[in-house]
Structure formats: structure tokens, C-alpha cells
Nanobody
Framework: QVQLVESGGALVQAGGSLRLSCAASRSIFSINAMGWYRQAPGKQRELVARITSGGSKNYVDSVKGRFTISRDSAKNTVVLQMNSLKPEDTAVYYC?????????WGRGTRVTVSS
């Protein structure tokens, strides 16, 4: 089992930056992949960025070049650095850990980008 706690969400102006952190309750070495998802009001949850245990990364097209996912294995933390934020990035951001056979979710952190 893995508990995930997200932090770093805030209200920020368009063009600003935020750094989201996801702290895992155990070593992330044994976690197959970790990802950041987001859900805007009235919309489905979508993948934002994902990093595998091997270090492979993928991003949704709308954040490429602006967001960066990274992993700090010593701290059991996955970070999402978000730059050049846009109002359409407004959402609750969730961390997900993919293990075998279960996936685990955090409770989310809210990001609001004002225009």
C-alpha cells in the first residue's frame, strides 16, 4: 500500500509558476510509474505527466515545454514544475502511483490560474 500526499497548489496569475510535490509513504523505487493528473470543473480527469521507474517521461501535449516531472528517490517524492501557467491549467491536480496490482491516488491539490 502507498499513501500519497500532494502539496504546492495555490492561486497564481497567468504566466506564473508553481511547484507541486507528491510525497509517497514508501520508497518509490518499487513503484512502476508515478503520474500527475488533473481534473477541471465539469471535465474528466486527464493525465498531465508521468514518469516510470526507468525514468521515461511523457506529457499531455498541452503542457509540453511548460511542465516538467521529476523524481527524488531519496525523498520518495515526485515533483511537477509548472511554468508559464495558463487559465486553462486551473484544476485539482492528483498524484497517482502505479504498482502491481493496484494503483493509488492522493487527495489532490488545487491550482487556480487567474487571467
Amino acid at each position: 500500500q502507498v499513501q500519497l500526499v500532494e502539496s504546492g497548489g495555490a492561486l497564481v496569475q497567468a504566466g506564473g509558476s508553481l511547484r507541486l510535490s507528491c510525497a509517497a509513504s514508501r520508497s518509490i523505487f518499487s513503484i512502476n510509474a508515478m503520474g500527475w493528473y488533473r481534473q477541471a470543473p465539469g471535465k474528466q480527469r486527464e493525465l498531465v505527466a508521468r514518469i516510470t521507474s526507468g525514468g521515461s517521461k511523457n506529457y499531455v501535449d498541452s503542457v509540453k515545454g511548460r511542465f516538467t516531472i521529476s523524481r527524488d528517490s531519496a525523498k520518495n517524492t515526485v515533483v511537477l514544475q509548472m511554468n508559464s501557467l495558463k487559465p486553462e491549467d486551473t484544476a485539482v491536480y492528483y498524484c497517482k502511483a502505479e504498482t502491481s496490482p493496484y494503483d493509488y491516488w492522493g487527495r489532490g491539490t488545487r491550482v487556480t490560474v487567474s487571467s
